[in-house]
């Protein structure tokens, strides 16, 4: 049986760290930066941790 492939678009967007969680970049960040306030920029510029449930639903996405 073939192995399976990596989505690409997936792993594009998603990185895994040490222990196995999920990061990715928060989504707002690439135009129309003058309307939005200071805090909301500064809030989107870092990575986040994907929730449990979205980890789950990510994961086979990426790994197979």
């Known amino acids: 049986m073939p192995k399976q492939k990596t989505k690409k678009s997936a792993s594009k967007r998603f990185w895994k760290t040490a222990r196995g969680k999920i990061k990715y970049k928060r989504a707002g960040a690439g135009h129309l930066l ?3 306030t200071s805090k909301r920029k ?3 510029r870092g990575m986040s941790v994907l ?3 979205e ?3 990510i994961t086979p996405l990426l790994y197979h």
């Open 51 to 53: 929730s449990v449930v």
């Open 55 to 57: 980890t789950k639903r």
């Open 34 to 36: 003058t309307g939005k």
């Open 42 to 44: 500064r809030h989107m």
